[in-house]
């Protein structure tokens, strides 16, 4: 069984940068497809981007291109993602998700001045 575990969230102000972890345990990550996706108060959760693991591609949604950057980590396990350029549209709680059928408990990114 996978586990996920995000962490890093926090509150900035606008123009600034988070790193948001993803940490795998339970088993070595392998070829899975590792998603962010984030959720905005009243608002339905969001794909926000992809890493092929470890590091054999990504994708991401229009809004963040540019911006948000992910990469694999082999030894740590762990998934990144760097953030740049938050604006408060950025705002919600950020989830990583594994193949689909992992969810981690969440943590919250709040951007505001």
């Known amino acids: 069984q996978l586990q996920l575990v995000e962490s890093g969230g926090g509150s900035v102000h606008p123009g600034g940068s988070l790193r948001l972890s993803c940490a795998a345990s339970g088993r070595v990550l392998s070829t899975e497809v590792i998603k962010w996706f984030r959720q905005a108060p009243g608002k339905e959760r969001e794909y926000v981007g992809l890493?092929?693991?470890?590091?054999?591609?990504?994708h991401f949604r229009n809004s963040v291109k540019g911006r948000f950057i992910i990469t694999g980590d082999i030894p740590k396990n762990t998934v990144f993602l760097q953030m740049n350029s938050l604006t408060p549209e950025d705002t919600a709680v950020y989830y990583c998700?594994?193949?689909?059928?992992?969810w981690g408990q969440g943590t919250q990114v709040t951007v505001s001045s």
């Open positions: 998700n594994a193949d689909d059928q992992f």
């Open positions: 890493l092929r693991w470890p590091n054999s591609g990504t």
